[in-house]
C-alpha cells in the first residue's frame, strides 16, 4: 500500500512508521487514521519485523485529533469522528498485541489522540522536548455519559 501521511519501511527486521503531516503538527484526520490502521497491521503481518519503531517529522509527535477537519465536516463531525477513531482503535489494537516490541520515539507534545497512541506501545523514547498531555477538555471536548 502506497501512503500519503506516513512513511513505511523495513529494514534490517525494524519496520519505521513516520507520522508525515508536520505541516498539521501530525493531527490525526481520516486519511492518517487509515494509513496507521494499514501499517500497523502490514507491519503485524510480515514475519521479517522484529520489532516496529513508530516516529514523526517535525517539531510535535502528534498534535491529537485534527480540529480543523472536525470543524470542516459540519454536521457530519459525528459520523466522521467514529470512522476516525474506529480506524484509529484498530491501529493502537495491532500496536499493543504485536507480536513484535513497538517503539515509540515521541519529540515535542504527544497530545489527545497521540497521547492515547504512545500508550499502545510497548516502550517510548522520549526527548527533552516530549510533552504528554490528554488535552482533551483543553479544546473543549469531553466524553458523553
Do not use: W
Not at 95 to 120: Q, T
Request: charged share 20%; aromatic share 6%; hydrophobic share 50%.
Amino acid at each position: 500500500m502506497e501512503f500519503e501521511n506516513l512513511t513505511y519501511e523495513v529494514s534490517d527486521g525494524v519496520a519505521r512508521i513516520t507520522l508525515a503531516r508536520e505541516k498539521a503538527a501530525n493531527a490525526i484526520n481520516l486519511a492518517l487514521a487509515k494509513e496507521l490502521m494499514h501499517a500497523a497491521a502490514q507491519a503485524d503481518e510480515d514475519p521479517s519485523v522484529r520489532a516496529v519503531l513508530v516516529g514523526a517529522r517535525g517539531r510535535m509527535f502528534c498534535a491529537g485529533g485534527d480540529l480543523g477537519s472536525f470543524k470542516d465536516s459540519g454536521d457530519q463531525v459525528p459520523a466522521l469522528l467514529k470512522e476516525i477513531t474506529t480506524h484509529l482503535h484498530a491501529a493502537l489494537s495491532s500496536f499493543a498485541r504485536m507480536r513484535a516490541p513497538v517503539i515509540g520515539a515521541v519529540n515535542g507534545a504527544a497530545a489527545g489522540a497521540g497521547f492515547s497512541m504512545v500508550c499502545a506501545f510497548d516502550y517510548v523514547i522520549a526527548s527533552e522536548a516530549a510533552k504528554f498531555t490528554m488535552a482533551y477538555t483543553q479544546v473543549g471536548l469531553g466524553c458523553r455519559a
